[in-house]
């Protein structure tokens, strides 16, 4: 045989082999979640520059960054509304106040 016979033939095997592991796959895992893990391995290799350890901490502090980021939004965002709540609660107390004036100015000095 050829080296391009050879190459042609275990990547039949290596297509059957794929094919028979995502109709029932040993893991207990969906089909097409099956299907799909060897690509989601496959970029963990690649995010770790061929280890997957060091894909996989390097996916880590990314989602400790990424967490990090969300809280602080949160937080920013919460100090935002209390500030509007407080301004619009301000304005109310305000308008309401002058009015009381007016009312007891017209009251008090017809």
């Known amino acids: 045989m050829t080296t391009e016979e ?4 275990a990547e039949m095997a290596a ?22 893990l060897s690509h989601f391995m496959g970029m963990v290799k690649d995010i770790g520059g061929d280890s997957y350890a060091k894909g996989i901490e390097a996916i880590r502090s990314n989602n400790k960054i990424v967490m990090r980021y969300l809280r602080l939004c949160e937080r920013i965002g919460n100090s935002m509304v209390a500030l509007v709540v407080a301004a619009i609660f301000g304005i109310v107390w305000l308008v309401a106040g002058r009015g009381c004036q007016a009312w007891f100015r017209d ?4």
Do not use: H, M, N, S
Not at 6 to 9: C, G, S
Not at 15 to 36: I, Q, T
Not at 107 to 110: A, C, G, N, Q, R
């Open 15 to 36: 297509d059957r082999a794929l094919a028979k592991y995502c109709e029932k796959p040993p893991c207990g895992l969906p089909k097409d979640a099956a299907c799909e």
């Open 107 to 110: 009251f008090l000095y017809p």
């Open 6 to 9: 050879i190459a042609k033939v």
